[in-house]
Nanobody, 124 residues
Framework: QVQLVESGGGLVQAGGSLRLSCAAS????????MGWFRQAPGKEREFVAA????????GYADSVKGRFTISRDNTKRTVYLQMNSLKPEDTAVYYC?????????????????WGKGTLVTVSS
């Protein structure tokens, strides 16, 4: 079983940056691919980024490509989401989730374990 805890959310002005972290429990963290998702008020949860267990492969939603970077440190059992050039439409609760198989994009219902999320608010 894997437990995931997100952190790093907050309030930032448009054009600013934030780095989210997702800390995982369990000894087999490196065997899991990881994904970041987000859910804006009144909208469905959507895929943001994915990373393979080794960290060598990544994938991004078109809406964040070139602005967000996903990475991981398996020695710390943590996955990160560096968010630059933030826009008001990036405002959402951000979740990390795990999957046994890496894919460059995920469906929400294809993930295994989920964290409880961290709120990112981007002001204009």
């Amino acid at each position: 079983q894997v437990q995931l805890v997100e952190s790093g959310g907050g309030l930032v002005q448009a054009g600013g940056s934030l780095r989210l972290s997702c800390a995982a429990s369990g000894r087999t963290f490196s065997s899991y691919a990881m994904g970041w998702f987000r859910q804006a008020p009144g909208k469905e949860r959507e895929f943001v980024a994915a990373i393979s267990g080794s960290g060598y492969s990544t994938g991004y939603a078109d809406s964040v490509k070139g602005r967000f970077t996903i990475s991981r440190d398996n020695t710390k059992r943590t996955v990160y989401l560096q968010m630059n050039s933030l826009k008001p439409e990036d405002t959402a609760v951000y979740y990390c989730a795990s999957n046994r198989v890496y894919r460059s994009s995920y469906l929400v219902n294809g993930m295994g374990y989920w964290g409880k999320g961290t709120l990112v608010t981007v002001s204009s």
